[in-house]
């Protein structure tokens, strides 16, 4: 007879006292503990073009761009790959970017949708390196836009934040 074991959930406490492995990025949502590996050469890339558009492009502005950097929130701890924050004193950002890649899939096209809106997230683009879109979803407005590899990509929350696509995939094509 095979029985279900009993689900426990693992506290914010219990998840900051785990032992983690450097090469690892964890999370923990709803008390579930989530782990990926380090990313991939590709995702990378993404990320390095996508931080160096983010820099130069918000440089005369109040907000700043940082990568991989733990976001708690209600009990949860979130690793975001980019974020953007436009106010030195806040928690958390009005955007966050996350680059898919196969671990991590479903939980950014599912439940992080979800979970970065309850947190006030003004936008949350979403990078799919497979199919080269980027989509983003805009929370005060309540829509998702999905935009290809020849179009140029702009922020509502930050309309100074003007990104052609084919920029953050440079190199990976």
Not at 44 to 71: G, V, W
Not at 77 to 88: A, L, T, W
Request: glycine share 2%.
């Amino acid at each position: 007879m095979n029985a279900a074991k009993p689900f426990n959930p693992v506290t914010l406490e219990e998840f900051e006292q785990m032992e983690k492995t450097h090469h690892v990025n964890y999370e923990l949502i709803d008390g579930v503990v989530l782990m990926a590996p380090s990313p991939s050469r590709e995702h990378q890339k993404i990320a390095s073009n996508l931080h160096f558009s983010l820099r130069t492009q918000l440089k005369e502005t109040r907000c700043d761009s940082l990568y991989e950097m733990d976001i708690k929130f209600n009990g949860n701890v979130y690793k975001p790959d980019m974020m953007v924050f436009c106010d030195e004193t806040a928690e958390l950002p009005e955007i966050i970017f996350e680059i898919l890649s196969p671990s991590t899939r479903h939980t950014d096209l599912r439940i992080k949708v979800v979970k970065y809106e309850e947190m006030g997230v003004k936008e949350y683009w979403i990078i799919d390196p497979k199919v080269k879109v980027i989509t983003i979803h805009d929370f005060v407005n309540d829509t998702a836009e999905t935009y290809g590899i020849e179009d140029t990509v702009v922020s509502m929350a930050q309309p100074e934040l003007s990104i052609p696509a084919a920029v953050i995939f440079e190199k990976v094509l």
